[in-house]
Each structure stands twice: as C-alpha cells, then as structure tokens.
C-alpha cells in the first residue's frame, strides 16, 4: 500500500485534501457551494478540450476554471447568482460534452475526468499540484480578514471600504486555481464534495474559524486517507468513499450540533477534536 | 433549405422520438424551472438531475430501462431534500451539496461496478450525457405521462405554490400548507428533472430547467405569460438543437455528429443572454415598457 507508485497517491491526496478543506470552509461559510459546484466542472470541460488539441492538460483545466469563476463572478453580479452559476455551468458541460464527443478516446476518460484517477498519479505533477496549493492557500491566508469581514457582515464590510464584489471576485479565482490542480486527482464531481463536506461537519461542530479550518482540513484528510486505503483494498472507486464519508461527517456535525443545542448549559470546547477523530 | 434541412430528417423514425419527447420535456422543465428560478433553487434543481445520475447508473448495472432508475432517485433525492429541511435557506445549499456529494459518490461506484459487469465503458458518458436519438421507444407512454402529471401539479399548484414562493410568512398566514405544497414542488421537479436527464443527460438537464425560465422571467411580466413564454422558448431551442444536431453529422469531422445537448445548452445561454440587449434601457425607465410583447420578437432570435 506504500510502494513507489502509491506514494504518489499518498501526497496527492493530501495536498488536495488540505487544499480542499481550507477552501472549502470559505466556500460553505459564503454559501457559495453552487459555484464549488460548477468551477470544477468547468475545469472538466477545459481537460476535455485539452486533450482534444493535443495541449497539457493543466493548461485546459486553468484556462476553462478560471473562466468559470470570471464567469460567474461578472454575471452573478447582473443576474441571481445561483441562475448565473446555473447558466454558466452548463454551458461549460455542453462545451465538454462537444470536446469528448469529438475526441476519440472518450469514454474512460470522461469517467476518470468526472470521478478522478488517484491511482494513476506520475511524480512530475506533484510539483506543480503543490506549488498551486501552496498559493491558493497563501492567497485565502492574505485576504483572510477581508474574506471574513464580508462574508459575515457584508454591509460593514463596503461602509469600511472592502468591495464585497471584489472580495468574492478573488475568492472565485482562488477557488479556480485550486481545483484547476485537483480535478485530475479526485475527479470534477468529487472535488466537490471533498470540499463541501468536511467543511460543512466542521462548522457544525465549532463556530471558531480557525479551528472550523482546521477541523475541516482534518476531516478532509480522514476522509481521503481512509478512503485510499479501502479504494486500494476493494478496487471501488474512491470517489464513492469520497461521497459518504464526507456526509458521514456532515451528519456527525449536525447530530453534534443538535446534541448541543438541547445541552446549551454544558460547555464543550476541547470535546470536538476527539469527536472528529 | 435544403443545406438547413438535410434530406432525410422527417423520415427518420429517432429524429421523430427525438423531437416528440423533446417536445414534452421542454415544456415540462420550462413550466417547473419558472418556480424554480423564482424560489432561488437552481442548485437543487441541478443536485437533484445528478443524484439522478445515480439512479440511472444504478438502472444500467441491474440492466433495467434508464428513466426508471432517474426517476426512482430523483424522487427519494426530493423527499431527503424536503426532510432534512430545503425550506430554510440558511444552510439550504451546504445540505443540498452534502446530499449531492453522496449521490455522486454512489454514481462513481455504480458507474465503477457497471463498467466492470459489462465491459461497456460508453455507459457513463450515455448517463451523464445522455442521447435524445437513443431512447428506448417503449418508455415514450411513460415519459409522456411523467411530463403530464409534473406539470399537472405544478399547474394546480401554481396559485399557492407562487404565494409561498414569494413570501412564506404571507402564504402561512392565509392557511396555505406551505411546507406540503414545497414538498409537492420538489417531486414534480424531481420528475420533470429526470425527463430531462434522459433527454439531454443529467448534467444538462439544468439547462432546459432554468435557462428558459430564467429567459421568460426577465422578459415576460406576470407568472401565466412566463409560463408560456419558457415552454416557447424551450420548445424552440430543443427543436432548433435536434436539427442543428442532426445537420452537424455532415460538418466536421465528417461522419460524426455533434451531440444534441451541446446545441440545446448554447441556444439556451444565447436566448439568456440577449435579453441583456435591450434590458438596461429598460431597467433604468421602467415606466416606459408595459408591453411584453414587444420581447417576443427577439425571443424568436434568441432561438
């Protein structure tokens, strides 16, 4: 289970389940789970279309992740935000649907590229996997207060001079970059929900962002090791592990949340970590 | 014409079945997507086709018809929807994704096991994308009685289903079960919904869903003339997209066709985008323009 190839996997993952777990608590906190929802599958559209020209396949999914996110973020302002999003992301799947139409090799890849190929990994993407991890997490880091501010309390936020326009502009293009890095590794569906998930379980456990951030990124790496060890035991999709344990996790946090407001006498600081483990 | 019609296209028996069921399923997800997009619940319009997905990848690995796995999941994704609390829209979309995620997870392993039973990888790409040529003539009664029924209840509904759209509180007040006639919507939905994934494939199912809607919502005043006018619209570009469809089997490469939901999904984000034409005009003096029917035109050339 740790031999050469598998050590690829291994830090893979990790890398994308911290990504996914930092940015995926913004992502829950702003209730912009539709936009996590379309960015990756826009980026699924440009990997298609990459490997239709003959072009690098990192190159197609920024390009059309990025695209996503300007997309949604120019047009949300015009119109609802959720039919914006709608609006955009299918029309990035009706492109994607053309491009692997039109490619030749379509089927198995359209399968990896939706539900991802983990283990399949070669060792030079690692490097450029980590490097847009490294900066989409020091991006959210800098822009943390801002990203806080006008999430939380939007109107405070412009009376103080932040643009909450701009603000999620930066949010939606960091949230491209990260997943133009982990579509290939987890698929477009299931960076979804390796984002939505542990970090929706986080919030309902603790109402403290730092520690919402971490629990998530801790729970996001449960969910990815725990699911690669068993994905390699049983041949199933690791996706499918993926799926339900990050609902698992979701469910914990709400029976936690509901346990805890019925108890609203007892204080529980310290008790979450052990629970989420 | 004759380069726009090829020759052909009226005999053909899947173009009639294509345009038949597109027909029915245009209508129904144009009607149903205009309470969506007034309620705000693209998302879950959208979670619902693909945990949908699930089913349909489910019904391929046991070997039973498509539409009956897209429905029977489309359905129990609404009633979990419902039950775990749609109605509040704080944290409405965090439980939405977490039940989409989920559902993904099981299409990823059926989809998985089915490629293993069967050796037929195109399974995934049909589920995902679906083929509105490929449908299976014996589930047409099927499909049409889904279509009529959806939109029989989103009709009957429609008086107390805007109300409460609109304002809850209100519609509470007037002794209206706001919460029954949510979870009716959400079935209908699911219905129309999986109509759709089997037409034009679950991932693109949103589009006849709130492209449309969304379309007649900015250009027709009241709730009965943007009915009409999103069942027109998605009528046409689901019309247009079948011959641009069938038309592109001689563009290139040759010999190979574009698929319909391409089409379908570009129309329909084309008609969306030009009401933005003339609409800014109209924002700033909304006094001047009563008249919806002077947006008719372009819905023509939107289409």
Redesign the interface.
């Known amino acids: 289970m740790f031999s050469g190839f598998m050590m690829n996997t291994w830090i893979a993952a990790t890398i994308v389940a911290v990504i996914a777990g930092v940015v995926g608590f913004f992502a ?1 906190l702003r ?1 912009s ?2 936009a ?2 379309a960015i990756p ?1 826009g980026a699924f559209a440009g990997a298609a279309g990459a490997s239709l020209l003959g072009v690098n396949t990192l190159v197609g999914l920024a390009v059309f992740s990025i695209a996503g996110a300007l997309g949604i973020g120019a047009f949300g302002r ?3 935000h ?2 914006a ?3 955009i ?3 990035m ?3 994607g ?2 491009f ?3 490619g030749s090799q ?3 890849e ?2 990896s590229l ?2 991802g190929e983990v283990f399949g990994i070669s060792p030079d993407v690692l490097l450029p996997i980590g490097i847009l991890g490294a900066v989409s997490v020091l991006a959210l880091a800098v822009i943390f207060r801002p990203l806080m501010l006008t999430s939380a309390m939007p109107e405070v936020a412009e009376a103080r001079g932040v643009s909450p326009q701009r603000i999620e502009m930066v949010f939606l293009l960091v949230m491209a970059l990260a997943t133009s890095m982990t579509v290939p590794v987890v ?1 477009a ?2 960076m ?2 390796l984002m ?2 542990p970090a ?1 379980a986080a ?1 309902s456990f603790t109402a403290r962002p730092g520690l919402a951030v971490a629990l998530s990124v801790a729970f996001g790496l449960i969910t990815v090791w725990i699911g690669i060890a068993v994905s390699y035991e049983t041949n ?2 690791l ?6 344990l ?2 698992a996790f ?1 469910l914990a946090g709400r029976g936690w949340a509901s346990l805890r407001g019925r108890r609203l006498t007892r204080p529980a600081r310290t008790v979450p970590a052990n629970a989420g483990a | 014409m004759h380069y726009l019609i090829e020759p052909g296209l009226w005999s053909s028996s899947p173009v009639r079945v294509a345009v038949l069921v597109g027909t029915v399923v245009a209508i129904t997800s144009a009607v149903v997507g205009v309470f969506t997009v007034t309620r705000g619940q693209s998302f879950a319009g959208h979670s619902l086709a693909d945990v949908a997905t699930t089913g349909g990848s489910g019904a391929f690995l046991v070997g039973l018809n498509q539409f009956w796995g897209f429905l029977a999941f489309g359905v129990v994704a609404a009633i979990i929807l419902e039950a775990i609390g749609v109605q509040r829209r704080r944290g409405r979309d965090v439980t939405t994704g977490v039940v989409l995620g989920a559902g993904l997870g099981l299409a990823a392993l059926f989809l998985y096991l089915g490629t293993q039973q069967s050796n037929t990888t195109g399974a995934s790409f049909t589920v995902l994308f679906g083929s509105i040529f490929v449908i299976q003539s014996s589930t047409i009664p099927a499909l049409i009685a889904c279509g009529v029924i959806a939109l029989v209840v989103i009709v009957t509904l429609s008086r107390v289903l805007l109300l409460s759209s609109l304002s809850p509180e209100v519609a509470a007040a007037r002794g209206v079960p706001v919460r029954a006639v949510g979870a009716a919507y959400l079935v209908a939905l699911a219905i129309s919904v999986s109509l759709s994934s089997v037409a034009i494939g679950a991932v693109l199912s949103t589009a006849l869903l709130i492209g449309p809607a969304a379309t007649a919502l900015r250009i027709a005043k009241g709730p009965v003339r943007a009915m009409v006018t999103a069942a027109v619209i998605g009528v046409v570009v689901t019309w247009l997209g079948i011959l641009l469809a069938y038309d592109s089997y001689y563009w290139p490469p040759h010999g190979h066709a574009w698929p319909v939901s391409f089409f379908i999904v570009a129309l329909v984000v084309l008609a969306y985008l030009l009401t933005y034409l003339h609409r800014p005009a109209r924002r700033r003096r909304p006094g001047l323009t009563g008249a919806p029917g002077a947006a008719r035109p372009e819905v023509e050339v939107g289409a």
């Open positions: 829950v209730g789970t539709f996590a929802h599958n015009r119109a609802r959720d039919v999003t709608a609006l992301l299918v029309l799947l009706g492109v649907a053309l692997i139409s039109l379509y089927a198995q359209t399968y939706l539900f698929g569906l299931l979804f929900s939505i998930g929706a919030r199933w999709p996706g499918f592990f993926v799926g339900v990050g609902a979701f």
